[in-house]
Every structure is written in structure tokens, then in C-alpha cells.
Nanobody, 128 residues
Framework: QVQLVESGGGSVQAGGSLRLSCAAS????????MGWFRQAPGKEREGVAV????????VYADSVKGRFTISQDNAKNTLYLQMNSLKPEDTAMYYC?????????????????????WGQGTQVTVSS
């Protein structure tokens, strides 16, 4: 079983930066996909950035392209999300997710249903 724990969230002003971390424990060798999702009040959980480890493919939501960067430190079993130029609309609960299935990315789309491990989330609040 894989356990994911997010950290690094907080409150920042618009234009600021945060780096989220996701520490993975347990059997992680078969985690072919890892990613970040977010959910704002009243909205569905949406994919923010996903990394497919086998093909080293990344997919970003259009709203965060050029501002967010997903990365992974295999030695530390840690996933990161560097968030720059934050906007108030980035305010949400951010979740780390992982999948031991290969098809987490379909072209430019994130296949959310294949992610079978989830963290409890870390809150990001961006004020004007």
C-alpha cells in the first residue's frame, strides 16, 4: 500500500510562490504516474499537473502552464509542485495522487480515474 502526505501549503499574496511536497511511503516502485490535483469550493477536483514516470511525460492544466512545475525526486520518494506567480483563482485544496496504472495521460488529458492513491490535501490560499 502507498501512503501520500502533502505539505507546503499556506497563504500567500497574489504573485507569490509556494512549493508543495508530497512524501510517498510504502511500495512505490510500481507508481507509474504521479500528479497534483486541486479542488475549490463548489467545483470538481481537477488535474493540475501530472508526471508519467515511464515516459517522463508531463501534462499541465492550461491555467497553470508557464507558472507551475511538477518534478520528482526518486531518491527521496517525493513529488513537488513549484507554483509561481500565484493568482487568487489558484486558491484550492491541493491533492497529491499516484497511480500504478500506465494510462494516466491520454494526449493532453489527465485520466483522473486511474489514480488510485490520494493524499489528504494541503490548502493553498492566494489573496489579492
Amino acid at each position: 500500500q502507498v501512503q501520500l502526505v502533502e505539505s507546503g501549503g499556506g497563504s500567500v499574496q497574489a504573485g507569490g510562490s509556494l512549493r508543495l511536497s508530497c512524501a510517498a511511503s510504502g511500495y512505490t516502485y510500481s507508481m507509474y504516474c504521479m500528479g497534483w490535483f486541486r479542488q475549490a469550493p463548489g467545483k470538481e477536483r481537477e488535474g493540475v499537473a501530472v508526471l508519467a514516470t515511464v515516459g517522463t511525460t508531463t501534462v499541465y492544466a492550461d491555467s497553470v502552464k508557464g507558472r507551475f512545475t511538477i518534478s520528482q525526486d526518486n531518491a527521496k520518494n517525493t513529488l513537488y509542485l513549484q507554483m509561481n506567480s500565484l493568482k487568487p483563482e489558484d486558491t484550492a485544496m491541493y491533492y497529491c495522487a499516484a497511480s500504478n496504472f500506465l494510462a494516466c495521460i491520454d494526449g493532453p488529458q489527465v485520466v483522473r480515474r486511474v489514480f488510485n492513491y490520494w493524499g489528504q490535501g494541503t490548502q493553498v490560499t492566494v489573496s489579492s
